[in-house]
């Protein structure tokens, strides 16, 4: 490998020795991120507190809340009244005209007695619909966390980096310096000189980069978590050396997970619960021709009026009773509302079968992945230890005079350059686990549901 790209990597990863604070997996299965990064449970519990979209999901939670206790309203007493009070211009052929002023007015109490399970269906419907609202938060919720999660991940991989390239920098100075010096006694070359030049501008550019990403990074956190400055006391904070699964604990892994099933997956509940929904929705209409009965009482007022007088007289009737209502015939509105009932509820099955599916498939392509990284980490670190113990090597040989400067950097910077692809790895290795748990678990912060 050239020499412009050893620089490079230097640059990248040459602050990373001993910056990773060692911790451990809790179970050997799935976790989150926060396992290894207690700080991001402060960006959490921000994004959980602050952030407008869970603020909406909540919203739509209370708004279900309501609608649901719109249609538990109809199974109760509901009682109206009315009150109409008139001043009119009054003419009739058997007296003269006149002003006259009326009064009307009724007070009724209704209570429904049967009417086919409809309202019970209409009362469970709203029950249902409060249990998407809750499923919706928490599908959102978790879409949303993870979000939070893969930022701030990457948040601390520009915040390593850009350590790095400071230092690095640092180093392509000192070396620019050295030779320097030998090219004024006569022992380097000009072109050495102009080279390092070259390579200590495109340092001080990509440490811009850098410094710009990271902004860029923790604005994003900002949006997500709704909170200004949620991680701007966070500046030391590293990538850690994280302890990953074997293969035989990823087959292992791989079996449980293969026998919870998709159940309890929120897009996998979403769609059965409105398949439910679709099931009492199709018991209502089925029973629209279904006479239905109501007890009714009340009081009625009105004005009895007196044949060639002025005279009236205040009515005032009070009644009790059965009141039956029956839809004899609606022009076939009836089977038209059960077909669409129908066959939104199989809509509703096909979808709830595609999202088992997509969780298997997603799972099984997470589980690939995951082999993937856990046996290029492993190949990756034999050869980082190779290359360190090499470069070791070369630093005692050049104390003795037997290799030379550029020997040395160049070994140096092989090793720096494949620690660099074990911290991508690792980062990546974080990542599928966390979409691996919120594929089979709830997430931890969204076990209540406002």
């Not at 206790?69 to 007493?77: C, D, Y």
């Not at 992945?369 to 070369?394: K, M, Y």
């Not at 040395?408 to 691996?436: G, K, P, S």
Request: proline share 2%; charged share 35%.
């Amino acid at each position: 490998m050239k020499l412009r790209r050893r620089l490079t990597v230097l640059w990248a990863v040459l602050a990373c020795h001993g910056a990773w604070a060692a911790t451990t997996p809790q179970d050997g299965g799935l976790q989150w991120p926060e396992a290894w990064f207690p700080e991001l449970e402060a960006v959490l519990r921000a994004a959980v507190a602050e952030a407008p979209r869970l603020e909406i999901l909540r919203e739509r939670v209370r708004e279900q809340e309501g609608e649901a206790r719109v249609l538990e309203s109809w199974r109760r007493l509901r009682v109206d009244s009315n009150l109409r009070l008139l001043g009119a211009y009054e003419m009739r052929s058997d007296i003269d005209d006149r002003f006259r002023g009326t009064v009307h007015g009724n007070v009724q109490a209704a209570k429904p007695l049967y009417h086919w399970n409809r309202l019970e269906n209409q009362s469970e419907i709203g029950r249902l619909r409060r249990e998407l609202g809750a499923i919706e938060f928490e599908r959102g919720g978790q879409h949303h966390l993870a979000e939070v999660r893969r930022v701030f991940l990457e948040w601390v991989l520009a915040g390593e980096h850009t350590a790095v390239l400071e230092r690095s920098t640092e180093v392509a100075d000192g070396l620019l310096a050295y030779e320097r010096g030998l090219l004024d006694i006569g022992r380097g070359t000009e072109a050495s000189v102009m080279e390092l030049e070259a390579r200590l501008l495109e340092g001080r550019e990509r440490l811009a980069h850098q410094e710009r990403e990271r902004a860029r990074l923790e604005r994003r956190l900002e949006e997500l978590t709704g909170e200004p400055g949620v991680v701007s006391g966070y500046g030391g904070t590293v990538f850690p050396d994280i302890e990953t699964l074997d293969l035989n604990g990823l087959e292992m892994l791989a079996r449980r997970l293969g026998g919870r099933g998709a159940e309890h997956s929120p897009g996998v509940r979403f769609e059965e619960t409105m398949r439910e929904i679709e099931d009492r929705r199709y018991a209502i209409v089925a029973r629209n021709r279904y006479p239905r009965l109501d007890f009714v009482t009340g009081i009625h007022t009105d004005q009895l009026e007196a044949f060639d007088r002025d005279d009236f007289a205040l009515r005032m009737q009070y009644f009790a009773g059965v009141q039956v209502s029956w839809n004899i015939f609606d022009g076939r509105r009836t089977e038209g509302e059960k077909m669409a009932a129908l066959a939104r509820r199989r809509v509703h099955e096909l979808q709830a079968d595609a999202e088992r599916q997509r969780m298997g498939a997603e799972t099984a392509g997470l589980l690939d992945e995951l082999e993937f990284v856990i046996t290029q980490l492993s190949a990756r670190a034999t050869r980082a230890d190779l290359l360190r113990r090499r470069a070791d090597l070369l630093d005692e040989q050049a104390e003795r005079g037997l290799a030379s400067a550029r020997e040395r950097l160049e070994a140096r910077l092989d090793y720096e350059d494949t620690r660099l692809r074990v911290l991508e790895a690792r980062a990546q290795y974080l990542v599928h686990l966390m979409h691996l748990a919120a594929l089979h678990t709830s997430d931890p912060w969204l076990q209540e549901t406002p």
